[in-house]
């Protein structure tokens, strides 16, 4: 008499992404799930079926009160969900995490781990996960297909006395136009129709890496794009 030896299918943790804040974050969050779909890890954003091996990532803001004390509301949500066994990681990451981290480590001490605006490739190894840098453009949408944000720069080199973006989001840094171009190209070969342009000053575009302003240079290679047939911009 033969034997049959089942096989136990080890079931992985689902990451939940969670995304407070403006359309930035929404980008950041979806390079984050995108990062985490190619570790081979199962992914979902803002879902409510959660089990006790999860982890859940919540990208905060720290922008104007009642986006900091939104952020504060849900670190403690999902802070008390795994004191009670529901979740089994909570990790912290995005603009408040990254002006207030000391702060918060001391107040909410039950979160596994505090990240910055620019600590991705910390952030998924805390999850066992390798950054890569060739998913260019590679990124899990929110939005509905025919549309994406697009972020061609980040943070910015203006010192206002009423804004704190410097702070959390750090000194302008441009993409170039090649690699804009080689995400949009792929955003259209899925589908995408529509580019939201974001950055914190999108007129500020290539000063730090072509010694001028480049927005409309980058605009006429984008409308290059096929299959690209709108593009608005934000900010």
């Keep these: 008499m033969k034997t049959k030896t089942a096989e136990i299918a080890v079931k992985k943790p689902k990451v939940n992404v969670i995304t407070l804040g403006c359309s930035k974050n929404v980008y950041d969050s979806e390079v984050l799930m995108g990062q985490l779909k190619a570790g081979q890890l199962n992914v979902a954003h803002e879902s409510d079926e959660l089990g006790a091996e999860d982890i859940v990532v919540i990208n905060t ?27 089994g990681k909570v990790i912290v990451t995005g603009c408040l995490s990254e002006r207030y981290k000391p702060e918060l ?28 840098h060739e998913l260019i453009g590679e990124r ?33 840094v441009s993409k170039s136009i090649d690699d804009l171009v080689k995400e949009a190209k792929h955003l259209a070969k ?33 409308s290059d794009v096929n299959g690209i047939e709108w593009i608005r911009l934000q900010y």
Excluded: W
């Design 140 to 172: 899990l949408l929110t939005t509905p297909s025919h549309f994406a944000y697009f972020k061609i720069a980040e943070g910015c080199n203006r010192p206002c006395s009423f804004c704190a973006i410097p702070l959390m989001r750090g000194q302008h």
């Design 61 to 87: 803001c720290g922008f104007i009160d009642n986006a900091k004390q939104e952020s504060i509301d849900t670190i403690l949500q999902y802070s008390e969900l795994k004191d009670q066994g529901k979740i």
């Design 190 to 222: 899925n589908g995408t129709k529509e580019l939201i342009l974001i950055a914190q000053d999108l007129t500020y575009y290539g000063l730090d890496l072509y010694n001028e302003r480049k927005l409309a240079d980058l605009l006429r290679n984008l």
């Design 105 to 132: 480590a001391a107040e909410i001490t039950n979160v596994d781990a505090y990240f910055g605006t620019n600590d991705l490739p910390e952030l998924l190894a805390s999850i066992g996960v390798n950054y890569k």
